[in-house]
Structure formats: C-alpha cells, structure tokens
C-alpha cells in the first residue's frame, strides 16, 4: 500500500472572485490581532498587573533557573521515555491475557481484568503517592529505596491499564474472519494472535497509543511529589528561596516545547492511519 | 468407503433450528454442491464439517472417524480439510507467499524452502506466479480469491470446503475462480460446495443438494435436479432462480 506522494497541479476548479480568495485569511488574521490586543490591553492595565508581571515573567530569574530547571527536565524526559518503553511492552502482554479465550488461559484473562479495572480506576497522583512513600516504608531487603524508581513505576502501573484497553481495542476491531480463517488453516489460538491478528491491531492502534504518550509527557511531573528533583521541583524550590515563580514559566515552557511536536507527529501519524483506512475501504 | 459422512446432524443457534437432521454422504472424488435460499443453513453445514462451528447432535466423520474423536487431533482436521470463505480473509499485512506457507511452516513444521516452492508450484498452476511478493490488497477480488484457494490447497487437503467464493466479486471475476475450482475437480479433489452460481453449480457438480429450513429437500444429479426437481419447494426455488436470470 502506497499513499499517493503528490498529484499533478490542479487545473480546473471554479474561478473565485477576489472577495473569496483573499476575504477569510484577511478577517481571519484580523480577528485574531484583536483579539490578542484586547486581552493584552485588559490584562496589562489590570491594577496587580506589574506586580503579576515581576513575580511570574521576570526575565532574569527565568534565565537564572534555566540551567538547573533543564537538568531537572532532563529526568522527567527519560522517565518519560524509559516509561513508554516499558508501558508498551506490558501492556501489550496485558492485553494478551486479556483477549485469550479457554479454561486453560482464565487465570492470566482474571489478573489481567483485575489489574486494569484496578489501576485504571485510581488516580495517577494517589498511586505516585503510595508507591512513592508506602514502599519504601516497607523496608523490603533487596527493592530499591529510590522514589523516583517507585515513581515511574507507578505512572507505568497506572498508564499501562489505559495503554491495554488501547491495545484490546484495536484486536477487538480486527475482522473476525481472520480469526477464523487463521484456525480453519490450524493456527492455534496463541499462533492466530501473533501471527494475524496483533500485526493488524498494532497498526491500527498507533494514534490512539501516541495519544497516551503525550499525556504522559507532562504526567510525569507528578513526580515531583515525591522529592524527585525533575523541572517542576527545581523550580518549585527556587521559588521557596526567592518568592518569585518565574521558575515555574521556565519549566512550562520546556514542557511545551517537549509537548507541541510531539502532538504535530500523533495528529500526523493519525491523518496517515486515515488516508490508509480510507484507501484500503476504497 | 466414504470420504465424508454426515448423519443425523442437528445444530441450534440460541432457540433457532439451523439444521435439522441432516444426513449426507461425499465419496472420495466426489463433488457435492449445495444450493438453497439465504438462511437455509447451507454455509453452517459446510462450517460443522471442519469444525469452525460446533454442533449439537448427530455425528460427522471422516474417513470412518468422528471429528470429535478424541484420538483425533485438531491440528490433523485442519490439515485435511481446507476451507475457501466468500470474503477472502487474507492475512493483509503478509505477502502472497507468507499468506501461503503460513500454515505448513508454522503448523506442519514443513521447512521453509519446501514449502515456498510447493506454494510457488501452485500460484503457477493458476497463473499467479507473479504476484508470490505482492500484498493481498493489490490483488483485484478474483484474484485474491483464487490466492486464497491456493492458501487452503498449500496443506495438501484430502477435502476442499468452498463456501460461497463467487459471491463478493464483480460478475466478470467470477470465470477465473470457477475455472480454478473446475481445474481441482479435474485433479480428482473431493468437495463441499456452497454456492448461487447455478450454471457452474450444474457444470461441476456430481450431485446436487437442495436446502431448505435445515433440511436437505432434494438430493439428485445436476441434470436431475435442474430440470425435473420433484420437490414442490425445489421447483419454486429454482423457478425464482430463472426468473431472476440466473440460470
């Protein structure tokens, strides 16, 4: 299946009037340039505003924090990482359990239920909490004793349940006769899985699992909470010393620059996996 | 010595009677078609025979033993009997050739090379040998259709199911595939055959099943059956059929 890469230049097509062809970028612009100053006039003239101004957008103490802010966004992003690694390989095998059928698979099929229903009704920040401190605690010789371990850990225990549905999703929508035709050819169950029907789930799942990714990319601040000193930490402690928050719009902006391409690369991964849907119907 | 016997067989879906009491003999050889309106239980008949469905009462045995004998092994039905479905179901993201030797290499443990070339000896046998790397979906339905034949052939099957395999291609499709079937009659290839085509049905028949309500109505040769049906329901079937330009 190729998509097509380009078409030749249009050459027919109505004529538009100049009115047409230019009209809605003009007020399109124009609106938003009122738009902008307006909020900009009702905010700046605001009476708090240059006290807002000087504890939120201070320059120099964004610029002050910056280096340490961006060590400590270097964690989030390889606990981000490291994260979706393991989250897309557990559960998938999660998944798995999941949609095996027969008496001989109903123990991996119960935990699997189990453990979605679980972790996917709790709030990330309680299980960040209770991984985090209640570990730990145990004193367990041989665990780690590092939250940040016992933190990423929960967020992969919590996003995994939301990653498998994902997963059962795109095995639910794979057609049913192959299934069928996988068995009329002898394919045992476990063979049918992996052979036909999660090459074709996988693929269909791909926008939705990179959905998941981005929210995760700025979840992993819960681990702040924790201690972990990751961005909003750091900038959490350079407002305790200085009274000025500037630190924290540091920090948002290098989650945003983190955050925006990757939600272009899912909205482009999405139109890809549309037009093949679409060609495939076709 | 029959190739398939099938006695008493009665099949429930919920509350609703499928099939009722139906009794049907192949030899080893023989081509048996099955023709009847939509809902007459035709295609779950054909589905108890591999055991894709199961069924409630009766039994169904091949070469003399029950398909739900215990001592016979499931992995060993399947590699006798291949089954041809109306909409394909090829693997989309395999090429023609995996699609082929999915089954003898993962399930028969046939090595690879020999079972490429067994795969590319048949894609040639139907003029298809050129298509062994491409992907289902740049195959028009006549031939993916017939790739999907040769997919059920590659088990080397003493029995070949063929339900409705016409039915989801344009019209001037619908020779090649008929062709091939003909081709695996020639080849002395025992057959369970569900289908509307009711001049290929007479063609390539050695006899003709009418169902109705789960029930074999009329059992009789092509040529009995097509032109001097006895059944009252058979006459109005095929009546309908005529009318309908179809025969």
């Known amino acids: 299946m190729k998509l097509k890469s380009s078409s030749p230049p249009a050459k027919a097509g109505r004529i538009l009037k100049k009115r047409d062809k230019y009209g809605p970028a003009v007020i399109s612009t124009a ?63 999660l998944a798995i359990f999941r949609s095996l059928r027969g008496p001989w698979f109903t123990p991996l099929r119960v935990f699997a239920v189990v453990y979605i229903d679980l972790f996917r009704g709790l709030p990330s920040l309680l299980l960040v909490l209770l991984f985090g401190f209640g570990v730990p605690a145990l004193q367990i010789p041989g665990l780690p004793r590092s939250s940040l371990f016992w933190g990423a850990l929960a967020m992969i225990t919590s996003y995994s349940a939301y990653a498998a549905e994902v997963y059962r999703s795109g095995i639910d929508a794979v057609h049913s006769g192959q299934g069928v035709a996988a068995k009329a050819l002898g394919l045992s169950q476990v063979q049918s899985l992996f052979y036909c029907i999660l090459p074709q789930a996988v693929r269909n799942v791909i926008p939705s699992l990179l959905n998941l990714a981005v929210a995760l990319q700025k979840d992993v601040a819960l681990l702040s909470v924790l201690g972990v000193r990751d961005a909003v930490r750091e900038a959490q402690i350079y407002t305790a010393r200085t009274f000025n928050y500037s630190s924290l719009m540091t920090a948002a902006l290098l989650f945003l620059l983190a955050t925006i391409p990757m939600a272009r690369f899912t909205d482009y991964m999405t139109k890809k996996d549309r037009q093949r849907r679409l060609q495939d119907a076709g | 010595m029959y190739k398939i016997e099938i006695e008493n067989l009665t099949k429930y879906y919920g509350d609703k009677l499928v099939l009722d009491n139906v009794t049907l003999r192949v030899r080893n050889h023989e081509v048996v078609v099955l023709i009847g309106a939509s809902g007459s239980g035709k295609s779950t008949l054909l589905r108890c025979v591999n055991d894709l469905v199961p069924f409630d009462s009766g039994s169904i045995k091949l070469d003399g033993v ?86 059920a052939m590659a088990n080397r099957p003493d029995v070949l199911l063929l339900d409705e395999v016409t039915a989801a291609l344009d019209p001037e ?22 289908t509307h085509e009711m001049g290929f049905a007479r063609d390539v028949a050695d006899r003709v099943c009418f169902l109705d309500g789960g029930k074999i109505l009329e059992e009789a040769p092509p040529d009995k059956l097509f032109s001097s049906p006895e059944n009252p329901r058979t006459k109005q079937f095929l009546q309908r059929i005529i009318e309908a330009g179809r025969l």
């Not at chain 2, 062709?179 to 569900?194: A, E, P, S």
């Open chain 1, 31 to 93: 609106s938003i340039i009122i738009v902008v100053l307006l909020l900009h006039a009702v905010i700046t003239r605001s009476e708090q505003w240059p006290k807002i101004k000087a504890q939120f957008f201070d320059v120099h103490a964004m610029i002050d924090v910056f280096p340490k802010v961006l060590k400590g966004f270097g964690i989030n992003m390889s606990v981000w990482i490291i994260s979706l690694i393991v989250i897309a390989v557990w559960a998938l095998i």
């Open chain 2, 66 to 151: 029950s398909i739900y004998d215990p001592d016979f092994e499931i992995k060993d039905l399947y590699k006798r009997i291949g089954i041809v479905f109306q909409s394909y179901n090829l693997f989309p993201h395999m090429t023609v050739l995996d699609n082929i030797t999915l089954a003898p290499r993962k399930v028969h443990k046939v090595p690879k090379t020999e079972s490429e070339e067994y795969a590319k000896e048949l894609l040639a046998l139907f003029g298809l040998e050129q298509f062994s790397e491409s992907y289902p979906e740049q195959l028009s339905g006549g031939q993916q259709q017939r790739v999907a034949i040769v997919r």
């Open chain 2, 173 to 194: 499709l619908i020779g090649d595939v008929l062709k091939v079937i003909k081709d695996l009659k020639k080849r002395g290839m025992t057959m369970l055959i569900v």
